[in-house]
């Protein structure tokens, strides 16, 4: 079972990079079932981890390069293709965050104490996904001309969504931080 788990996360992780050529090519349709799959994996592969008692320290560095690669990926696809200030400062203030948060689990690793995930962080990752699922539904309608009186709201929703998504971030980093500061004093 914990081969089959694994196997969802490296889907998770070759799902990001496969993003990439179906972007290039104008696949938007292909991308946006792709990066719902993707997303469904994530949610998938912990239930069923937790559920037949099949974790491990591979599953769970897989879980978590699988995650970052397909929100990195994804987002910086975002970025590229919508080219506003306020999306770049959006996807730098995610992407960042990550960064920031792995090197403190580093850091804490180093220390010898743990850093558990944040219950923050889950609900940021989801705000995240929403986000990106409407952004590429919109570029996906976009290109293809369909429903040309929604573009605006659709984009609109997607702009809400990631900067709801944004905030949801840089609170998830606070938590991380405090929780760190907490286990160093002691």
């Not at 293709?81 to 959006?90: D, E, G, K, N």
């Not at 689990?105 to 989801?126: A, N, W």
Request: aromatic fraction near 10%; charge should be positive.
């Amino acid at each position: 079972m914990k081969t089959f788990i694994n196997g969802i996360s490296i889907f998770r992780i070759l799902s990001a990079f496969a993003l990439l050529p179906l972007v290039f090519f104008q696949l938007w349709g292909a991308a946006l079932i792709l990066f719902l799959l993707a997303a469904a994996s994530d949610y998938l592969d912990g239930v069923l981890a937790r559920r037949f008692h099949a974790t491990s320290k591979l599953g769970g560095v897989l879980d978590h390069m699988g995650d970052k690669m397909l929100m990195t990926i994804a987002m910086i696809i975002t970025m590229l293709a919508v080219q506003t200030p306020l999306v770049i400062v959006m996807v730098s203030i995610a992407i960042c965050r990550d960064l920031y948060v792995s090197g403190l689990r580093e850091f804490m690793g180093s220390q010898k104490m743990d850093l558990p995930v944040d219950k923050g962080g889950k609900i940021k990752t989801v705000a995240q996904m929403i986000s990106l699922m409407i952004f590429f539904l919109f570029f996906y309608l976009y290109m293809n001309d369909l429903l040309i009186d929604w573009h605006g709201i659709i984009l609109d929703s997607a702009l809400a969504t990631l900067a709801i998504a944004t905030l949801m971030t840089a609170w998830s980093a606070a938590r991380y931080t405090l929780s760190a500061m907490k286990k160093i004093k002691k």
